[in-house]
């Protein structure tokens, strides 16, 4: 049985005062045994406080992104150690704003993954086609190469120990999800794909959907039978909404 997961992307938002709010808001509210993991990712300074804040919560701690260096002249970046050394358990890599904006290559994006891995932190690889490449029917083409990138350079063991979100990149902040039988379609290829190396590793792996989940979407898109939880951005901002969105992977 795969244990669902919901996680909160905050992306680049939040003050100090915004996130006490928002933690106390989620620990009063919080269910007293939820049927699904649940983690936050703030932005990274915030990660010690929010960390702090969270201690005698069941929610977890991550984080946005990851550097792919241990050490060294990286000016600017974080190192998988420096998150763990700061109470996260989680990270969020090759998310689609990072490949775009920051164009970072599937390589890069397999590099963190393996970064965090070793250092003991959980990876939540991102996966996802455009526009342009759905309506061109290539979504499957693209997935299947962001994922075997990892898979070549880690390999499924390793990815097994990590969870995979496939993010439609329409989808993302735009209010348009995909559908539970387009989530569905999608994440049956991730999973038959980490089965061709290794079949108990990917009926084991947890594969999120991420793209416009609210409240109102999520207990449809969660009950397909391949997806298993949600990384959800905007609506993680709000408690009630994180809260019901939790509720309904469970
Ligand atoms: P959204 O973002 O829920 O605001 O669409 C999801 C994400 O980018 O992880």
């Not at 358990?89 to 393996?114: M, N």
């Not at 997935?143 to 329409?170: F, I, K, M, N, S």
Request: net charge negative; proline share 4%.
């Amino acid at each position: 049985m795969r244990r669902p997961i919901v996680v909160g992307n905050w992306k680049m938002h939040g003050s100090r005062a915004d996130n006490a709010r928002l933690i106390e808001e989620l620990g009063a509210q919080y269910p007293p045994d939820p049927a699904a993991d649940c983690v936050v990712c703030p932005p990274f300074v915030y990660l010690q406080e929010v960390g702090r804040m969270l201690r005698d919560t069941p929610i977890h701690l991550g984080a946005q992104d990851v550097c792919a260096d241990n050490q060294g002249a990286f000016t600017g970046e974080v190192s998988a150690a420096m998150l763990k050394d700061v109470g996260c358990e989680y990270a969020i890599v090759g998310h689609s704003e990072r490949r775009l904006l920051y164009r970072e290559s599937d390589q890069l994006v397999a590099r963190k993954f393996a970064a965090a891995h070793s250092k003991a932190l959980i990876p939540i690889l991102c996966v996802g086609e455009q526009l342009s490449d759905r309506e061109a029917g290539r979504t499957a083409e693209v997935v299947q190469r962001q994922l075997d990138v990892v898979l070549e350079l880690c390999g499924a063991e390793t990815l097994g120990h990590g969870a995979v979100a496939y993010e439609p990149v329409w989808a993302i902040g735009t209010g348009r999800n995909a559908s539970p039988e387009q989530a569905q379609e999608v994440h049956a290829l991730i999973r038959a794909r980490i089965g061709v190396r290794d079949a108990r590793i990917a009926a084991a792996t947890r594969i999120l959907y991420g793209g416009s989940v609210k409240a109102s979407n999520a207990a449809e898109l969660f009950a397909m039978p391949d997806v298993d939880g949600g990384l959800i951005g905007g609506a993680s901002l709000k408690a009630d909404e994180f809260l019901a969105i939790l509720a309904a992977a469970g």
